[in-house]
């Protein structure tokens, strides 16, 4: 008597992780009240240095989210890029290295400024920030014309965000009072908050920084 021979799983098909990775360590240490109390007027120098570097882009890096720069700084860091993608294909590794450490210090910046950290911004090292932006073979991994294109392609992204900073502001809010009561910031606002620099950082590198081709996915996590 034969017995049937249970189906064969089907196979699982993996997914390629999205090339760009941005997150944040939770600090498990209690908070400093002090400096979360006044942390806005603490964080004035290095805005005004952020300000100094980037032109308009710290008036919209206050709304959390580098996609819908001023045009100062977006045509700073996008039309060069552009051209030279455009007309001689090619990314080229100090334009690329100033882009990503630029980003990286307004996000430390960001980070304080939204209470995710207590550490004063270092305009040199990573600190708790852990962003990740592979360097392009822009022959084979970008498009010379698609580039033209990215910034309306993404427009589905800068409306989503609009609402993420809205609720960014708000756990902010939160988190402020309950850093200032419990000396901790909420784990799941911690997570959101980052969910949406993460989010924004991929749209950047999509279309300002024009890091990659891949479009950015629809979601907060990794």
Known sequence: MSTAEPPAAAP?????????????????????????????????????????????????????????????????????????LLFRHRYPRWWFDFNVNLLALVWRVMIYVYLLRDEYPSTEDRQALNLRIPYPDAKRELSRGLPLIKWLLAFPHYVVLFFLIIGLLFATLIAWFAILFTGRYPRGLFDYSVGVMRWSTRVSCYAVLLTTDRYPPFRLGE
């Open 12 to 84: 699982v098909v993996g997914t390629t992780p999205y090339p760009i990775s941005f997150d944040v360590e939770y600090p498990d240490q209690p908070r400093n009240r002090t400096t979360a109390f006044f942390r806005l007027i603490l964080a004035v120098p290095v805005l005004i240095l952020v300000d100094i570097l980037g032109g308009a882009y710290s008036a919209n890096a206050d709304t959390g989210t580098s996609v819908q720069s001023a045009v100062t700084f977006g045509g700073f860091l996008f039309l060069p890029t552009l051209l030279l």
